[in-house]
């Protein structure tokens, strides 16, 4: 079976780009600068679904989302105070990586954002500048 | 400078193993399955602030935490419908991962365990005897 994105995450967020293992995707909350990796195969639920070398992978483009994220939030002035990763899957069981990065005066700190509060979405404008953005800074 | 683990995480866990790279620990909340593995390394904070061998091998160690601590729980009759990871650190800057066992039945489902609630110490015998327990699955 080919990948297909959960519709939640569909509806959620936008595409920024396509790396090797994972799609790339901004979840459009503006209170957050947050991205989410969800590996392009069918069938994933948990990180020990993927074989060695796809974690590997996973584990690259995590820290590689990570690293950049900060650097880009703390050159735009929105924190970057510390890195949230969260693998979690409650709610949507297609494997997806959140990788947010949190600013010590951000809504939700020192709490996590998952479940926190109404999401803030971006207008149209903004969210397609935002995506670009971001795609420049990955 | 040697590895020291952080006050707060010394306070809420006792110790399983240490593994190649991690401390394992078990969270002293009996409301779910929870261990934190910390990189026996100091001054280490983000994923990223590991090189790509250690990184490697934290990935090999969240896998086996998740996927053993979920067998476990199974076999318990505790769940183990998701393992949910989460690297976080907004209140404790000392690198750890989060590696959690959830049941759709348990007290925070479907939300993160994160600041759910107030945890629930086990007794002294108890918690013994889940270090042990666990310790034989991991």
Request: glycine share 8%; proline share 5%; aromatic share 8%.
């Amino acid at each position: 079976m080919s990948f297909v994105l959960h519709p939640r995450l569909m509806a959620d967020t936008a595409v920024i780009v396509d790396w090797t293992l994972s799609r790339v995707l901004l979840m459009n909350d503006k209170r957050f600068p947050w991205i989410v990796l969800v590996p392009r195969r069918s069938e994933l639920h948990e990180l020990f679904d993927l074989d060695e070398a796809a974690r590997a992978q996973l584990t690259c483009e995590i820290t590689r989302a990570g690293a950049r994220l900060r650097s880009w939030a703390r050159l735009r002035g929105r924190g970057g105070d510390k890195i949230n990763v969260g693998i979690i899957g409650n709610l949507v069981p297609q494997l997806h990586v959140h990788v947010v990065s949190r600013c010590k005066t951000d809504a939700a700190w020192p709490a996590p954002v998952w479940g926190f509060g109404r999401s803030e979405p971006y207008g149209a404008a903004e969210l397609m500048r935002a995506v670009g953005e971001i795609r420049d800074a990955l």
